[in-house]
């Protein structure tokens, strides 16, 4: 078994931690704390995360951590990274809507190498390690999208909240305008990472963010390419490390939205 198949074995342990932590919270009334203008965390998104880090700290004390709730931890000069979002689509899960899922990869040298996305109400994991191809629940994934824009169902970010949201969210609604018109239809599902992880079960079509952070989509990004997806940013770059963008689509019509959004 190659490194990154057994690093697999431990990344889908780790989130099922998570998992085990957000299914025994459900139904408990939810503490919030602010994270800015119309955002916020949840207990649990704490919780899961903490799980997660105790956990790794025991099996691969050698390796950092990124957390969206706690930071950066552990060796810095390190060639290796977990990357954790301990729920992605926080919103999602305190309105009580089941799509949220527990995001987690491992990068190398800035590119993710290792992905698993857990949605604990769907009980659906994906997972995928570099070389060895994507997974839905071990049955293997091979995206097959369409080849013209008009029969495309897009995944779009949420619009920004925050500072200087009205100026990022005039670059979106330039893209739904853009994009309305020429492809089948556009959704929010409100959580990258199952927007990746849909995109690589054919469930949609494409993905595209404007803005996004690495937590979001490290492990969704892994998934996708090992099931034929093309994942860069919005200049047609690799996405990796320090991509403040994604767009992720199958070959045939990746070219065409890259133009759409130049």
């Known amino acids: 078994m190659s490194e990154l198949l057994e690093i697999l074995g431990t990344a889908e342990q780790a989130a099922e931690t998570a998992v085990a932590v957000i299914r025994a919270g459900l139904g408990r009334e939810r503490s919030i704390s602010g994270k800015g203008d119309r955002d ?33 931890t552990g060796d810095t000069e390190s060639h290796y990274e977990w990357v954790l979002d301990p729920i992605d689509g926080t919103i999602n899960f305190a309105h009580g809507s089941p799509l949220f899922g527990v995001s987690l990869a491992l990068m ?22 570099l070389g ?9 994934l091979h995206a097959k999208g369409p080849t013209d824009l008009a029969e495309a169902v897009v995944a779009m970010g949420d619009f920004s909240v925050g500072t200087d949201a009205d100026k990022r969210n005039l670059r979106r609604l330039a893209t739904l305008q853009r994009l309305v018109p020429k492809v089948q239809r556009i959704r929010m599902l409100g959580t990258a990472a199952l927007d990746m992880c849909w995109l690589a079960a054919g469930r949609v079509d494409a993905v ?7 937590w979001d989509v490290a492990a969704g990004t892994v998934i996708c390419r090992e099931a034929g997806v093309l994942v860069t940013d919005l200049d047609g770059v690799d996405y990796g490390d320090g991509a403040l963008s994604v767009l992720a689509a ?13």
């Open 250 to 262: 199958g070959p045939a019509i990746h070219r065409a939205l890259l133009a759409e959004l130049a």
């Open 132 to 140: 060895h191809g994507a997974a839905l629940n071990k049955q293997a």
């Open 40 to 72: 916020f965390a949840t207990d649990l998104d704490y919780a899961a995360e903490d799980a997660v880090r105790a956990f790794l700290e025991q099996e691969t004390p050698e390796i950092p951590l990124l957390g969206e709730e706690r930071g950066r």
């Open 108 to 129: 190398r040298n800035g590119m993710p190498v290792v992905g698993v996305v857990h949605a604990p109400m769907s009980e659906e994991r994906f997972s995928a390690a």
């Open 208 to 214: 595209i963010h404007e803005r996004i952070n690495l």
